[in-house]
């Protein structure tokens, strides 16, 4: 895993529908407006949040996870109009003996069901396997989000099984989690690309 090209700079993504960002404390409507939401975060280890001073604090946040080195949290926005977020999606747990990433993402309630997860997942996944170098990308979900359950698998992702009762997550107490993941030897047998790796 090359941790230095995620880290070095923040990685701007982009493809023909679709603009991955830093969110700046100029989106803090829109982050209010995904946070504040609790329909957003229904199966989420997330407790929302109604104060709008904790959410501006909360974009700083983002920034100083950056800086450490420990996560990478991207604004969602359409190519065409870069200055409305439509949701978030995280790179966290970076874990490099096997180098293995968690990935995390919600989207305000406005832009569901419309491809929007799907396309950023796929830009996110593109990126961690042929520019970071991760062999193992993976999300935990939520028995009954049916809806992200069927994106990660529209993405090529697979359930592995469930972990029952094995974790604790704010505002749900002990649950259940689903793990799916995608290895780089399936992305890139999918693509029809030989991987690329200086991994022994």
């Not at 800086?67 to 970076?94: A, Q, S």
């Not at 593109?126 to 999300?139: G, H, M, P, S």
């Amino acid at each position: 895993m090359k941790l230095s090209h995620v880290f070095e700079q923040f990685p701007t993504l982009e493809s023909e529908q679709l603009l991955l960002k830093k969110i700046e404390v100029s989106n803090l409507n829109e982050v209010f407006g995904i946070y504040s939401n609790d329909q957003v975060f229904e199966y989420c280890g997330i407790i929302p949040k109604h104060n709008k001073d904790t959410v501006k604090n909360m974009i700083g946040h983002f920034e100083r996870d950056f800086t450490k080195g420990v996560r990478v949290k991207w604004g969602i926005f359409l190519k065409n109009n870069p200055y409305i977020l439509l949701g978030i999606i995280e790179v966290m747990d970076f874990n490099q003996k096997v180098d293995m990433v968690t990935i995390g993402y919600f989207l305000a309630e406005p832009y569901w069901g419309k491809g929007i997860a799907a396309q950023a997942i796929q830009l996110v996944v593109k990126y961690l396997f042929e520019t970071a170098e991760v062999n193992r990308i993976q999300a935990e979900v939520m028995p009954f989000n049916e809806r992200s359950k069927r994106v990660l698998l529209k993405n090529g992702f697979t359930k592995e099984g469930t972990l029952r009762q094995a974790h604790v997550w704010s505002g749900k107490g002990l649950v259940d989690l689903e793990i799916y993941s995608i290895l780089a030897e399936e992305y890139f047998a999918s693509i029809g690309k030989p991987r690329v790796s200086n991994r022994m």
